[in-house]
């Protein structure tokens, strides 16, 4: 399934849970989480892929690597007990199929970007640790596999160039809005950035991958126009691990998705209509034209001899009284009468 062709077809928002590594390294954890998210009404569960020689350098994997949320002594041992083996990522994407939802990972090295490749995902994620990866993002590219690419810790001119390196190739590209920090101060949001990769990029999907504590940040960007939404989500944000604090727990989750899904039907469309569903509160509140005194046959209606208020039977349409100006009565007329049509020889129908 092309996931941004069917986007484009469509005005609802593509929302990816990002398990991330807040399956704290258990299999069955994460498969807990891909069942959550389906039932949450998430359209696709997302890991990532690391090959770690691929991703740090001998010297940033053998730092020392203490604190509430390690899972070792060095960095190497931390992510060597957090990252699932090709096995693993195959048994979660079969998983996931079995729940009927939309399995991906983010592509951390080239390496992982092949395995990638190889599994079918229906989209790689670049995330924003490679934003600035203009080497990672071209072989991405060459995959022609659709990508869904996050700009955390890059400027407007990094992600123009973004825009330029993976448009050579296709695009079918989704650039997401997005703060690598976790949790995401308000002020540093920016959510207004969304609106300015839409009016730069109007060819491509634009998104929001989101670190800020809550939903409502999450759910006006998709009021701002973000089509393609990525939250982390965790079983208990208190848990051990960088990311659970900014990620959504499942009751955030489905009320997150739930009124995405609704602000989705209530954007609808910018044509302003009168709506039936509002037929009911003009027949009782809606003003029309009547009559501010008694008149004879023979008046000549001017501005000051009507009024506009709520009246049973309704008087002529208000936003028309330029028509019943200067028009001669035909028959008398009371105070708060309402005026109709037929009170006038040659006066157009309501
Ligand atoms: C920039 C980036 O990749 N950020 C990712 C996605 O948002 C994060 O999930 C990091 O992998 C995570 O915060 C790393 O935590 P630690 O260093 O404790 O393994
Ligand atoms: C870091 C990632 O995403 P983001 O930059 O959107 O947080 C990721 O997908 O691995």
Not at 27 to 53: P, S, Y
Not at 100 to 128: Q, Y
Not at 288 to 298: A, R
Not at 310 to 316: D, H, M
Request: proline fraction near 3%; charge should be neutral; include cysteine.
């Amino acid at each position: 399934m092309d996931v941004f062709k069917h986007l484009n077809s469509t005005s609802k928002t593509f929302i990816i849970a990002e398990i991330g590594q807040n399956h704290q390294g258990d299999i069955n954890i994460a498969k807990r989480l891909i069942k959550i998210a389906k039932e949450c009404g998430a359209d696709c569960v997302k890991f990532q892929k690391t090959c770690l020689e691929e991703k740090f350098t001998h010297s940033a994997l053998k730092a020392p690597y203490f604190g509430e949320n390690s899972w070792g002594t060095t960095y190497k041992e931390h992510k060597e007990f957090l990252e699932f083996s090709e096995d693993d990522f195959l048994q979660l994407q079969a998983y996931a199929k079995e729940v009927d939802t939309l399995f991906t990972a983010s592509a951390m090295d080239e390496k992982s970007l092949e395995f990638l490749k190889r599994i079918n995902v229906p989209f790689i994620k670049i995330g924003s640790g490679d934003s600035n990866n203009f080497l990672l993002i071209e072989k991405a590219a060459q995959t022609n596999i659709p990508l869904v690419i996050s700009t955390g810790m890059i400027d407007s001119d990094t992600t123009n160039e973004i825009y330029n390196i993976v448009s050579k190739h296709h695009k079918n590209f989704v650039l997401l809005h997005c703060v690598s920090a976790y949790p995401t101060p308000y002020e540093d949001v920016n959510l207004r950035v969304i609106q300015e990769l839409q009016k730069k990029f109007p060819d491509i999907l634009i998104g929001y991958s989101g670190h800020e504590l809550g939903i409502h940040i999450t759910v006006s960007a998709v009021a701002l126009g973000a089509r393609v939404i990525e939250r982390h989500i965790t079983l208990d944000k208190n848990q051990k691990g960088s990311d659970h604090k900014c990620s959504l727990e499942p009751k955030e989750l489905t009320l997150m998705i739930q009124q995405i899904r609704t602000l989705e039907t209530a954007l609808g469309s910018s044509r302003k209509k009168i709506q039936p569903s509002e037929l009911v509160c003009f027949e009782k509140l809606g003003k029309s034209l009547v009559y501010s005194k008694n008149f004879k046959i023979g008046h000549v209606i001017a501005k000051n001899d009507l009024k506009v208020k709520v009246s049973l039977p309704k008087g002529y349409n208000a936003i028309k009284y330029k028509d019943v100006l200067g028009k001669v009565l035909i028959c008398n007329v009371i105070f708060d009468d309402p005026v109709q049509s037929y009170h006038f020889n040659d006066m157009k129908e309501n």
